[in-house]
C-alpha cells in the first residue's frame, strides 16, 4: 500500500483596514505531489475561484480578483489584498482552495471574514460664526474647514441648509468648484439665549452637513458647526435736567 499525501491549509490572523488592506497569514503545502498541476485558487466575497500565478517556482503567488492583484508569499504565508485610502464599513470573505498534482484537495471550510470599520469622521468638523447684519447685505462669510482624512474628498458644487435644532433654517453653506465653503446666512436670529442691553454676543446651535465621498466611492457627511453673531438692539437717554418755575 502507498500512504497518499495530502495537501495542507491553515488561515489565520486576517485583519483588514483602509489604507492599510487585509493582511493574513496563509500557510499551504502541496506534499509530495507538487508538480505542475499543483494549484492553489482563491474566491473573494464568493466569487469565482481565481487560479493564483507564480513565476519563481512556487516561492511567490498572485491572483488577479476582478482586475487587482493579490500577493501570496509561500515561504512566510503572508497574504494582501489591497484597500482604497478610505470607505465606509464593509466585509469581506475569503475561501482558499489547494489542489496537488494528482487531485486532492483541501480548503478552509468556513471562508475567512473580515470586517473593515469605515473611516473615522468623529471629530472632522468645520466651523464658522455668521452676523445678523448679513441678513441684510448679503455678505457671505468663510468657513474654517478641517483637513480631511486620506483618500475624503469634499463634493464640490453642493449647498445645504443650515439649520437650528429644531430645523429651522437659517441659512446655506456653499461649496464652489474650487472647494472653498461660505456660508450665507439669510434669517436674523430670534431667540433667546441672552438678553443683556447693549451686548452682541454669539448665539449657538446651529450646523450644516457637507457631503464627502470615500475612495472606495461610497460617501459619507462632516459637520459645519455655525454661531451666529445676534445683535441686540440698545436704548439711551440724554442727561435731563428739570427746572421749578415758582409763581
Known sequence: SILDAMPTLEVRDFTGAYGAGINGT???????????????????????????????????????????????NAETGAFHYDLPASGSKDTYTFQFT???????????????????EGTDLTGVKGSVTGDDDNVLTGEEVPVSMPELPDGVTLVKGQTVNVTDADGKVYGRLHVDAEGNVTFEQTVAYSGSQHNA??????????????????ADGTSSSITVDVSILDDIPTISTSDMTTSVVLD
Open 26 to 72: 496563509v500557510d499551504f503545502n502541496f506534499g509530495a505531489d507538487n508538480g505542475e498541476d499543483a494549484t492553489i485558487e482563491l474566491s473573494v466575497n464568493g466569487g469565482e475561484k481565481v487560479a493564483g500565478v507564480s513565476t519563481d517556482g512556487g516561492k511567490n503567488w498572485t491572483f488577479d480578483v476582478d482586475g487587482q492583484t493579490v500577493t501570496l
Open 98 to 116: 489547494v489542489t496537488d498534482a494528482d487531485g486532492d484537495e483541501v480548503k478552509n471550510v468556513d471562508p475567512v471574514t473580515v470586517t473593515v
Open 197 to 214: 442691553q447693549g451686548e452682541s454676543e454669539e448665539a449657538t446651535g446651529f450646523s450644516g452637513s457637507l457631503k464627502v465621498e470615500f
